[in-house]
């Protein structure tokens, strides 16, 4: 792979809502009346992130990576999804610059949660805080995601080459 001292990536996900008891985006769990409907725990923000960090270093996309017709994957917290992305980013010898994450949920109201999840994302980027920012909109109740059908996740990542490892 190109060795590059800047690389960007960008990703996108979405899920399913439902009536349900909490959900988990950015690796937090939110108590709340309401639950993503997936093989993992649907957890798209963190999926956005995943995608654009393998975007980032020419790896593919995570459901290549974690296959959801594999028993292995079902229910699975997607911080096990990042923790091994972010093995690939180092093994091709880049480390995260910044990410900007976008959410889109009409539902669960997501202010109150913010800086835990900058503050758990940046721990798994191994970053500073500053270097992650989260972005949370309604869809202004339009269309399916402002009909609460669904949450959907943008994400962008910038990566720095930090040595010369052998791409994975
Ligand atoms: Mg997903």
Redesign the pocket.
């Known amino acids: 792979m190109s060795t590059l001292p800047l690389r960007i990536g960008h990703g996108f996900?979405s899920?399913r809502l439902e009536a349900g008891e909490g959900l988990r985006l950015g690796g937090v769990w939110i108590a709340c009346d309401w639950r993503l409907v997936?093989h993992s725990d649907?957890d798209?923000l963190i999926?956005a992130l995943c995608d654009a960090l393998l975007g980032a270093i020419g790896g593919g996309d995570i459901g290549r990576l974690f296959p959801d017709t594999d028993e292995r994957n079902k229910g699975l917290d997607s911080s096990v999804f990042l923790r091994e992305v972010m093995r690939r980013v180092a093994a091709a010898g880049y480390a995260v610059g910044n990410a900007d994450l976008t959410l889109i949920a009409q539902v669960p109201r997501m202010a109150p949660h913010a800086a835990a999840i900058v503050a758990t994302l940046a721990r798994e980027l191994g970053v500073d805080p500053s270097a992650v920012n989260l972005k949370a909109k309604t869809n202004e109740g339009m269309g399916h995601l402002g009909r609460k059908e669904g949450v959907a996740a943008h994400a962008v990542v910038l990566l720095q080459r930090v040595s010369h490892a052998p791409s994975v």
């Open positions: 996900d899920h997936a649907g798209a999926h």
